[in-house]
């Protein structure tokens, strides 16, 4: 079965740091650009980060540029979503997505083949 696993959510205050982690099972992410997406409540789901097939090109949201990285280690079937300096209006659940056709990745939801089930952030004091 294909899968993707989120995790490392969670409750943190404003300017602390969460490590999320997107895990494959069932088939290489080597294969695969790879996009993190966030939906708070009322809310559309948002692109927030993408990065390449080798890890080389990133791209970032301008609302989270400077303060998160996304990295991948494809030998762990991998991929991560440093997060630092977080603020309340970060807190939504947090998606990891393949995409098989675009080498580059996207912010484009309708882009991608696969999604996990999502994990909480919340940032709050």
């Known amino acids: 079965q294909l899968q993707l696993v989120e995790s490392g959510g969670g409750l943190v205050q404003p300017g602390g740091s969460l490590r999320l982690s997107c895990t494959a099972s069932?088939?290489?992410?080597?294969?695969?650009?790879i996009g993190w997406f966030r939906q708070a409540p009322g809310k559309e789901r948002e692109g927030v980060s993408c990065?390449?097939?080798?890890?080389?090109?990133?791209s970032y949201a301008e609302s989270v540029k400077g303060r998160f990285t996304i990295s991948r280690d494809n030998a762990k079937n991998t991929v991560y979503l440093q997060m630092n300096s977080l603020k309340p209006e970060d807190t939504a659940v947090y998606y990891c997505?393949?995409?098989?056709?675009?080498?580059?990745?996207?912010?484009?939801?309708?882009?991608?083949?696969?999604w996990g089930q999502g994990t909480q952030v919340t940032v709050s004091s």
């Open positions: 990065i390449s097939r080798s890890g080389g090109t990133t």
């Open positions: 997505a393949a995409d098989r056709r675009n080498y580059y990745g996207s912010f484009q939801v309708y882009e991608y083949d696969y």
């Open positions: 069932g088939f290489s992410l080597d294969y695969y650009s």
